[in-house]
């Protein structure tokens, strides 16, 4: 019996801290991944010709148009750290770095349909409003 006892309560340690480290790390995970973006955006000048692009695309600014008059209230998602946590739900580490790569060397008009395809099948309505909602703040910033 002792045993038994002994052996639950090491389940239930060992639960609580792969939640901790999992709610902990998602946090730095999304801190680390918008800095390292953020930084290699500034760096290499681009930051203002993304801002550029996205304001002065009729397409982008109609696709983001819902996420202008959203309720933020009632959006699932609230801050950078339940994103990282919904997207890592719903997408591997490796399609997140294939993913980059495309982006990095630049991206065809129909690999960005392919991905925003495949981004609206695994996300809800809620889920891509929200991270609409967080990517305009970011980039207002």
């Known amino acids: 019996m002792r045993f038994i006892k002994k052996l639950i309560m090491t389940v239930i340690v060992v639960?609580?801290?792969v939640g901790a480290a999992y709610y902990f790390g998602t946090n730095w995970i999304a801190d680390k991944a918008m800095d390292q973006v953020t930084t290699q955006l500034e760096s290499?000048?681009?930051?203002?010709?993304?801002?550029?692009?996205?304001?002065?695309?009729?397409?982008?600014?109609?696709?983001?148009?819902?996420?202008?008059?959203?309720?933020?209230?009632?959006?699932?998602?609230?801050?950078?750290?339940?994103?990282?946590?919904?997207?890592?739900?719903?997408?591997?580490?490796?399609e997140l770095q294939d993913i980059q790569k495309k982006a990095q060397s630049g991206m065809t008009a129909q690999e960005q349909q392919q991905l925003l395809q495949q981004v609206e099948g695994r996300l809800t309505e809620e889920e891509l409003l929200s991270l609409k909602v967080l990517a305009l703040d970011e980039l207002s910033k």
């Open 44 to 94: 290499s000048g681009q930051l203002d010709s993304v801002k550029q692009e996205i304001n002065s695309n009729p397409e982008v600014q109609a696709y983001l148009q819902d996420a202008k008059t959203a309720d933020r209230s009632k959006l699932p998602i609230q801050t950078k750290e339940q994103a990282t946590r919904v997207v890592l739900k719903k997408f591997s580490i490796s």
């Open 15 to 17: 639960a609580l801290l």
